[in-house]
């Protein structure tokens, strides 16, 4: 059961950072963040382990399997997926209160979780990041080294797959290498274009 509610004035727009592991878009926002930018970054639930500098509530809620299934029975997430064998969800209420609030509210989602905000809120605006092209990906993954063998070929081959893609997002941003703020440039400049083209929004969550 969604809750509709009317956001007027200053029409903050639900924003997804979504594209394939490996692309940088966890360095994206990490930049938006560090220059002050006036948005609402939310926190995904996931299952998986916490990764050394991760911090609970930063990078993640980091929650058990049965808190999780808890947060679906109760219908507190917008949305959830299993990737790479952990699940991952937006919980609504960090959402709902930033909305109505009046402020833009960011989530980095992968591709999958973006297309199914997309059909729950219409009118969410989806930027998907990715680089140079499928090679620079896969040297990328291999570079991070976060992974064993197995898992990293099947984060190669998922990444190749959600490449194809990029014709359900409104815009692509390509993050070149050492161009980080170059990146962060274009995706504020692609929220302040919509802001001049929305003048009321409804969602419902």
């Given at each position: 059961m969604h809750t509709p509610f009317e956001i007027h004035k200053p029409n903050p727009l639900l924003i997804v950072i979504s594209g394939p592991s490996g692309v940088g878009k966890d360095s994206v926002l990490q930049r938006m963040k560090e220059r002050g930018l006036p948005f609402h970054f939310v926190v995904t639930a996931t299952t998986r382990p916490k990764r050394e500098n991760e911090m609970d509530g930063k990078d993640y809620w980091f929650v058990t399997k049965d808190r999780f299934a808890e947060m679906i029975e109760k219908n507190e997430l917008i949305e959830y997926a299993i990737v790479y064998g952990d699940y991952?969800?937006?919980?609504?209420?960090?959402?709902?209160?930033?909305?109505?609030?009046?402020?833009?509210?960011?989530?980095?989602?992968?591709?999958?979780g973006a297309e199914s905000v997309h059909k729950l809120v219409p009118e969410a605006l989806l930027i998907f990041i990715t680089c140079e092209g499928e090679d620079e990906l896969e040297r990328r993954l291999r570079v991070r080294r976060t992974e064993t063998d197995d898992s990293l070929s099947l984060r190669i081959a998922t990444a190749r797959k959600e490449l194809q893609r990029i014709e359900a997002f409104d815009y692509v941003i390509v993050n070149?290498?050492?161009?980080?703020?170059?990146?962060?440039?274009?995706?504020?400049a692609i929220i302040d274009t919509e802001h001049l083209r929305v003048k009321q929004r409804k969602v419902e969550l």
């Open positions: 991952k969800g937006i919980p609504k209420s960090e959402v709902r209160q930033a909305l109505e609030s009046g402020k833009d509210v960011v989530m980095r989602i992968d591709v999958q070149q290498d050492f161009h980080l703020d170059d990146t962060v440039d274009k995706v504020r």
